[in-house]
């Protein structure tokens, strides 16, 4: 049991492109997230989803959009791939009524 | 807003000494707090939490840590140090901000450990 499956694991794009991040759990946890981690700036939350269909903004969402017609995939989209948008992206997944939050093992993107 | 602090970026330990890893927080109202373990090239690990009940609360590989509401603090402590234990640590309070029910994580900058043989 996988868990929360992310792809690609690494992948370098060029500036305009657009790019979408794959995430997939087995747990069908109702909450799924998207973090970006950046050096100085630890962990933030570009988006998450409650359910299926429901989708809402983080952090630091600008450049990004997300979707969710399965309880289990939720992907990230890079509609126009900027060099700021080069990070490590982390998707989790949290048990509606429960505490913790589950991570990916991550997806190292590089824009150029 | 919530907040977590780690004030070191980095903490070295000999293997076989105690290590504290610290981590201060600030929060309106009761504050649920993790920890969490990056290996290199890894996602985040749960390790342990706080929601509410006793201060000292034990997690995975050994780990504990001490919840001290006077100075609000949340410090990850383990008896005996492991070369395997070197990674990057992070600290982590629950925000209602974002996150719906479930709430986000706020992560600190993250604290380096290095165990040396």
């Known amino acids: 049991d996988a868990g929360i499956t992310q792809s690609p694991r690494y992948k370098i794009t060029e500036t305009g492109r657009q790019v979408t991040l794959m995430c997939h759990q087995t747990w069908s946890h109702s909450y799924m997230f998207w973090y970006r981690q950046d050096l100085g700036h630890g962990l933030r939350l570009i988006y998450y989803?409650?359910?299926?269909?429901?989708?809402d903004k983080g952090e630091v969402p600008d450049g990004y959009v997300v979707s969710r017609s399965k309880t289990e995939n939720f992907p990230l989209t890079l509609e126009s791939a900027t060099r700021s948008q080069t990070s490590v992206y982390f998707c989790?997944?949290?048990?509606?009524?429960?505490?913790?939050?589950?991570f990916g093992e991550g997806s190292w993107l590089t824009v150029v | 807003a919530q907040s977590v602090a780690q004030p070191e970026d980095q903490v070295n330990v000999a293997e076989g000494n105690p290590l504290t890893v610290k981590c201060t927080y600030s929060v309106s109202g009761n504050p649920y707090l993790f920890w969490y373990v990056q290996y290199p090239n890894r996602g985040l690990q749960f390790l342990l939490k706080y929601i509410t009940g006793d201060n000292l609360v034990k997690g995975s590989y050994g780990f504990e840590a001490e919840f001290n509401k006077s100075q609000t603090s949340f410090h990850l402590k383990k008896p005996s140090a492991l070369v395997t234990d070197s990674a990057l640590y992070f600290c982590a309070v629950r925000d209602m901000n974002y996150g719906g029910s479930q709430g986000n994580l706020i992560f600190g900058k993250g604290t380096k450990l290095s165990v040396k043989p």
């Open positions: 989790a997944t949290g048990r509606r009524g429960g505490n913790t939050i589950y």
């Open positions: 989803s409650a359910a299926a269909d429901i989708t």
